[in-house]
């Protein structure tokens, strides 16, 4: 007499855990190093493809750090409860807080800028695919190098 119930509440049960672990979401903390002043703010801009990685607005979180907190030249956050997946994080240095990535005469970068897993670029920007990471079901701290 117990016995239907009890298996069809035990299939929903395993059903419902099963959707939970599908949808588990993970934190990245974000460690930017390097910056040469506490003035204005540093972005911080986490993309999830590369056929949008860099567009402006295609970001799917972007978290802005007080500069001003910063100790010894490194500033934090976190980008909370992202579904696993593939991820690349950008970050600027808006030392005049105007909200744009100012270049100088030239077309380069008149600010702080850099990409996760350090990727180094000269002349051109960077594919998605250098500087993207994992992110599973446990959170991930990525250390990024200010470059001026």
Do not use: C, W
Request: no cysteine.
């Amino acid at each position: 007499m117990f016995k239907r119930p009890f298996i069809t509440a035990l299939t929903i049960m395993s059903f419902l855990f099963s959707a939970t672990t599908l949808t588990a979401a993970a934190d990245i903390q974000v460690s930017i190093g390097g910056l040469r002043s506490t003035d204005g703010v540093v972005l911080v801009a986490v993309f999830d493809r590369e056929e949008v990685f860099l567009d402006s607005g295609e970001q799917i979180v972007t978290l802005s750090l007080n500069a001003g907190t910063a100790k010894a030249g490194i500033v934090t956050g976190a980008v909370k409860n992202l579904p696993a997946g593939q991820y690349a994080v950008v970050v600027h240095h808006d030392e005049n807080d105007n909200n744009y990535f100012d270049t100088n005469f030239f077309g380069l970068p008149a600010e702080g800028y850099g990409f996760s897993n350090d990727v180094e670029v000269f002349l051109s920007k960077p594919a998605f695919e250098e500087a993207a990471f994992k992110l599973g079901a446990q959170d991930v701290s990525v250390a990024i190098r200010m470059t001026y």
